[in-house]
């Protein structure tokens, strides 16, 4: 199949396809974060800024669309939200006025507690073992690397 041609007699269908895998997977993925997110108040994207200040408070919005692989359009609207959840609050960063910090609110700071069981849940839900699981995240992560290297050098 050097010529880039599907052999003769060979119908593409979904259930053959890794995309497809990957497409419902994450599908299913959204379903077992959805519930526990919502008891929450939040939603997969949210969450994922959550984790990040978390980790760091006081990141820059581009700090964390670049930790996110999120455009600030994307972001500045999720913000948003989540600041008038008060969970967050956006301030002008003093040395550089173009930048803006996004620090957690002692709400945000609370809820890492009430949200720490969230993980295992979804760990749980996986079915894999351990080794799996670590296996499993380092292919993926390799995958997600080559197709935006590849995505950027296209665009490019």
Same mark, same amino acid.
């Given at each position: 199949?050097?010529?880039?041609?599907?052999?003769? +007699?060979?119908?593409?269908?979904?259930?053959? $396809?890794?995309?497809?895998?990957?497409?419902? %997977?994450? @599908?299913?993925?959204?379903?077992?974060? !959805?519930?526990?997110?919502?008891?929450?108040?939040?939603?997969?994207?949210?969450? #994922?800024? $959550?984790? *990040?200040?978390?980790?760091?408070?006081?990141?820059?919005?581009? !700090?964390?669309?670049?930790?996110?692989? =999120?455009?600030?359009?994307? =972001? %500045?609207?999720?913000?948003?939200? =989540?600041?008038?959840?008060?969970?967050?609050?956006?301030?002008?960063?003093? /040395?550089?006025?173009?930048?803006?910090? *996004?620090? &957690?609110?002692?709400? +945000?700071?609370? #809820?890492?507690?009430?949200?720490? @069981?969230?993980?295992?849940? *979804?760990?749980?839900?996986?079915? &894999?073992? $351990?080794?799996?699981?670590?296996?499993?995240?380092? =292919? &993926? +992560? !390799? $995958?997600?690397?080559? &197709?935006?290297?590849?995505?950027?050098?296209?665009? /490019?």
């Amino acid at each position: 199949m050097t010529d880039g041609k599907l052999p003769n +007699g060979f119908r593409l269908r979904p259930e053959s $396809m890794l995309c497809f895998d990957i497409y419902a %997977t994450h @599908h299913a993925v959204g379903q077992v974060y !959805q519930p526990l997110l919502s008891k929450l108040g939040l939603t997969y994207p949210q969450y #994922l800024v $959550m984790i *990040v200040l978390w980790e760091q408070d006081g990141q820059t919005v581009g !700090q964390l669309g670049d930790r996110l692989d =999120l455009a600030s359009s994307t =972001l %500045t609207p999720l913000i948003k939200r =989540l600041e008038s959840q008060g969970l967050v609050t956006r301030k002008r960063d003093a /040395a550089d006025e173009r930048k803006v910090r *996004v620090h &957690l609110s002692q709400d +945000g700071i609370a #809820l890492e507690q009430e949200a720490s @069981h969230v993980p295992r849940c *979804v760990a749980e839900a996986f079915g &894999l073992s $351990m080794e799996q699981f670590a296996q499993m995240h380092a =292919l &993926l +992560g !390799q $995958m997600r690397r080559s &197709l935006k290297a590849r995505a950027d050098s296209e665009a /490019a």
